[in-house]
């Protein structure tokens, strides 16, 4: 259970202090819960129902740099009912588990219409998709 | 007093939703406070001291797009010993306040020495400069 | 007759050689033609025909780097009949011409329907716009 | 013989037209040739030579989008004193050849030294690499 998503840097990735740029984990974090998305709940980017960045954060706890394969590790923060908060990590390829993760990180997409952009529920597929695969967290 | 700098967009900004991706504000808020830290802070980014992030967020609250012109507006959430915390706006070109911002967000550098990437002070040219030009918060 | 495009450079746009990446000189040019099209052009992005390159290349001459401020110059190399090939040097900002440029490139627009993406005849409104303001090469 | 460089695109890759942006191609061969270069020729970016971009281009042959998985296809153009010409293609992951690839494009490196940035002969383990794993142009 759970999900991994492969992210191999790009030699464009580290700035001037020789590491990835800070800016790099949100594109691994984005990237990663689209591709999840898209594979495994039926999302379509050009369909009627599209989720938006509403918030995200990241803590950066160790440098990572080019040629590093990183991977981005997705579990679920809070499943709401026009909204998910995703949970995320950044880790070397292979890590066992987030115990030395380079960054940990949280994502809120809303979910929209495409045309008007006005919060719709999680589309069906996508909370099914979630309860099925990924880590959630205990209920309080 | 305060800090606005300039943010023009770039076509490769827009993503295929139409607007500005989320990672770009991060670029935004990364690109105003180094800029503010070279020009009046005195921030030679191959000097011995650098300033590296430690955490970022972001609150994403109406959608920009190219070929907006945007500001990022710097202020201060805290200053602390060896970090500081700025406190950032994303507003349209020109905008009069904060009240219809794109976005708001935070970004907390820590400094450290250029070699071994430990925590030091904040530079005294930074800490003085902080204090004359930018809006710090009410002393609680 | 011409036009400069400004195009500050942003804190991620250097590469861990410590200058402006390669790729970033394709974002100004990029950029710099796009907004040309939009404001002078009549180019609306989500309309019926769009600009999509078919070629672009770039000659490296001398190294620019964060914070600088940059300008795109930019002319036309050929005017074709479904397509436009522009002519394009990164200056400092303010440079008198190009004989002191960071870069010179080339960047080629097939002009297409967005829907189907076949070939369309350049828009009136863009050739027009070409032949009032910008300089087009001799005619052999 | 030869080299093949995974290139997963990201989501951020897209642009508003819902394809991978032109400049993330020139991304692609830029990260290609950098990986193959350190793992292959013992190149140390923060070595006392380095190789610089001195050109570039690219045609673009056919739309690729994200969440689809790239390669680059690395051989070379022309191995000469101080420089090297990349002779590259992108294609689907897995393709056989370059018959539908969806750019091809080429990549000039001069090398320097670190310091002083003045050009210096390829240095051996590179040209012995290349000599040794990459495609090389007939002899005229």
Do not use: K
């Amino acid at each position: 259970m759970g999900y991994r998503h492969p992210f191999p840097l790009r030699w464009n990735d580290n700035d001037q202090y020789g590491h990835m740029n800070n800016t790099v984990y949100y594109e691994a974090m984005d990237t990663a819960v689209n591709t999840w998305l898209i594979r495994h709940g039926g999302l379509d980017p050009a369909g009627d129902v599209i989720g938006l960045a509403r918030a995200s954060s990241c803590e950066f706890l160790a440098p990572a740099s080019f040629p590093e394969e990183l991977e981005v590790d997705v579990a679920v923060g809070r499943l709401g009912r026009t909204s998910i908060t995703w949970d995320l990590a950044i880790l070397r390829a292979g890590a066992p588990d987030r115990s030395e993760a380079y960054a940990t990180g949280a994502f809120t997409h809303v979910f929209v219409d495409q045309v008007g952009r006005r919060p719709v529920p999680v589309p069906e597929a996508i909370r099914a998709a979630v309860e099925r695969h990924l880590p959630l967290p205990p209920t309080a």
